[in-house]
C-alpha cells in the first residue's frame, strides 16, 4: 500500500500514512516553482515551532512559501499539506521512485491544487498552473481557478481551454499534443523533462538519475506500445539537432542535417503538435501488430511489397525497357512518403493526415531515416495501398 507524507496545516510537522487515508481526509498541494535554497525534508523539522510562533509574513522567502501555502489550505478547512521539496525524503532512491511515479495520482486526488506564482503580483494578469486549483501571486492573494484562467493557461502552457475546464477528458489528448504541453518546460534536471511525464502518460517506470537524455528515449520507448501514431510527429527545429543532440557514429548511416530517426530527442520537437489528434474516422489498419523497439531503431510494416511486385513485372514487359535491377536502384533511392494515423488541421480547418518523408539507406534488410525532417505533409487521406512488408527505421543512438 503506497505511503504519502503530508504537512500538518497547524503544527508544520510532517506525518506519514497511507495514500488513501490522507484521500479520506482531504489534502492541499502546492504547485510551485523550486529556488535556489528550499527547505528540503531533511531540514524542514527544524522550521516547525518557528512557522508556528510567525504572526504575519516569513523573512525568508522558502519558508513564507511553506507558511503562506498551509495558512491557505488551513482556511478552506484542511488539515493537511503536501508539498514536493519537503514531503519527499530524495536521499531515500526507492522513496523518490515511488514518488516520481505516484506524483500525477496524488495530485490529481487533492480538494485543491494551490498554484504559487513567485514572480507575478496580481497587476499583472499573467497566470500559468495546472489541476483543479486555485492560483495566488507573490503575496497570496487569490488569481482565480483554472476554469477562470483557462483561456490565460491556454496562452502560456498551449493546453487547449477545453481540457482546462473539464469540457474533454485530457486523456484523450494524444501523445504529440501532451509533448508540446511540455516543449518549453524547464528542468534543473535533465532527466525531470522525462520523469515529469510519467502521469501525464499513464506510466510507471524506474527513475534512473544520471542517464541524461536517455530518458526521454525510454519514455519514448514505452510510449511505443500504446500505438499512437502521433509520437512520431514532430518537426526538427529548422538549425537543426544542434550541438545539444551529439550522436555515436554509425558507419551504415550517413545522416544529413535535416535527417533523424522516428524518435524526438526533446518535447521541444513536438511544440506545433497542440492540435493534433488521433482520433479519426479514416485510421489505416496496420499489419503486424504496429511497431516495435529494437536495437537499429523502430520496426514495423514500413515498405510496400507490391513495389517490389510492379517492379518485376514491370521488369519483364516490352514497354519496360529498364531492367529490373536497375529499376530496382532507382526505387531503394527514392524517399517513400508514409502516412501515418493522425490528424492535424490545415490552414483552412480541415483535418489532414500527418505523412512523413523516409529514404532508405538499405535494402537487406529493409532500412530508412526520416528525411526532411523539418516538416511534414498534410494529406488529405492515407493511400489505400497497405504498409504490410516489414522495415526499420534507423534511430540515432545520443551521447
Known amino acids: 500500500m503506497a505511503l504519502m507524507r503530508c504537512m500538518n496545516t497547524a503544527t508544520f510537522e510532517l506525518h506519514t500514512s497511507t495514500q488513501i487515508d490522507f484521500k479520506e481526509r482531504g489534502y492541499a498541494i502546492l504547485s510551485h516553482r523550486w529556488g535556489s535554497d528550499e527547505i528540503i525534508f531533511s531540514q524542514i523539522g527544524n522550521f516547525a515551532q518557528e512557522m508556528r510562533d510567525t504572526k504575519d509574513r516569513h523573512g525568508l522567502p522558502q519558508l513564507d512559501k511553506i507558511l503562506g ?5 488551513r482556511k478552506q478547512g484542511l488539515q493537511w499539506m503536501w508539498i514536493d521539496n519537503c514531503c519527499i525524503n530524495k536521499s531515500d532512491s526507492s522513496e523518490l521512485s515511488e514518488a516520481i511515479n505516484s506524483m500525477f495520482k496524488w495530485y490529481s486526488d487533492a ?7 513567485s514572480d507575478v503580483r496580481k497587476s499583472s494578469g499573467t497566470t500559468v498552473g495546472s489541476q483543479v486549483f486555485r492560483s495566488f501571486e507573490t503575496d497570496w492573494n487569490y488569481l482565480g481557478s483554472k476554469r477562470e484562467l483557462a483561456e490565460s493557461i491556454e496562452d502560456v502552457t498551449g493546453i487547449a481551454a477545453h481540457y482546462l475546464t473539464n469540457e474533454k477528458d485530457f486523456r484523450t489528448a494524444c501523445i504529440a499534443a501532451k509533448m508540446s504541453w511540455a516543449a518549453h518546460r524547464e528542468t534543473t534536471r535533465e532527466e525531470d523533462m522525462a520523469y515529469s511525464l510519467f502521469g501525464i502518460f499513464n506510466l510507471h517506470l524506474p527513475v534512473q538519475y544520471g542517464e541524461g537524455k536517455g530518458a526521454f ?5 514505452a510510449l511505443i506500445a500504446k500505438n499512437d501514431e502521433s509520437l512520431f510527429a514532430w ?6 539537432p544542434g550541438v545539444a543532440y551529439q550522436i555515436i557514429p554509425d558507419s551504415m548511416v550517413d545522416l544529413g542535417p535535416d535527417e533523424w530517426g522516428l524518435l524526438a530527442p526533446s518535447p521541444r520537437w513536438y511544440e506545433h ?4 489528434t488521433i482520433q479519426h474516422k479514416k485510421t489505416v489498419m496496420r499489419q503486424r501488430g504496429g511497431f516495435t523497439r529494437t536495437p537499429q531503431g523502430i520496426s514495423g510494416p514500413i515498405s510496400k511489397r507490391n513495389h517490389y511486385v510492379t517492379a518485376v513485372l514491370t521488369g519483364l514487359t516490352v514497354v519496360g525497357a529498364i531492367p529490373f535491377q536497375i529499376w530496382l536502384a532507382v526505387r531503394q533511392r527514392t524517399t517513400l512518403k508514409y502516412t501515418l494515423n493522425c490528424w492535424e488541421p490545415n490552414e483552412a480547418g480541415a483535418m489532414r493526415a500527418v505523412r512523413l518523408h523516409l529514404r532508405p539507406v538499405r ?4 532500412m530508412w531515416i526520416r528525411t526532411a525532417s523539418q516538416s511534414y505533409d498534410l494529406v488529405k487521406e492515407a493511400a489505400s495501398t497497405d504498409y504490410s512488408a516489414v522495415g526499420t527505421v534507423w534511430q540515432p543512438q545520443l551521447f
Open 273 to 276: 503538435c497542440g492540435k493534433m
Open 69 to 73: 501555502a498551509c495558512i491557505t489550505a
Open 235 to 240: 518537426k526538427m527545429p529548422l538549425e537543426g
Open 217 to 221: 528515449l525510454r519514455l519514448q520507448d
Open 363 to 366: 535494402r537487406d534488410p529493409p
Open 111 to 117: 480538494v485543491v491544487c494551490l498554484t504559487y506564482l
